[in-house]
């Protein structure tokens, strides 16, 4: 049986903050959007369309 901390573990998904791909390299069309919450977080991401 594994420890529970060793599950646990693999259940969880830290994504890197490099970007390796873009939606263009798909051959999609797309545009970069970003805004701040109000709470001060700023959030990006894409417009794929």
Same mark, same amino acid.
């Given at each position: 049986? $594994?420890? #529970? #901390?060793?599950? $646990? !573990? +693999?259940? $969880?998904?830290?994504?890197? %903050?490099?970007?390796?791909?873009?939606? #263009?390299? #798909?051959?999609?069309?797309?545009?970069?959007?970003?805004?701040?919450?109000?709470?001060?977080? %700023?959030?990006? !991401?894409?417009?794929? +369309?």
């Amino acid at each position: 049986m $594994l420890p #529970a #901390a060793s599950v $646990l !573990g +693999s259940l $969880l998904y830290f994504p890197s %903050r490099k970007i390796v791909h873009i939606p #263009a390299a #798909a051959g999609l069309t797309f545009r970069e959007l970003a805004f701040t919450t109000d709470d001060d977080i %700023r959030l990006c !991401g894409w417009w794929i +369309s």
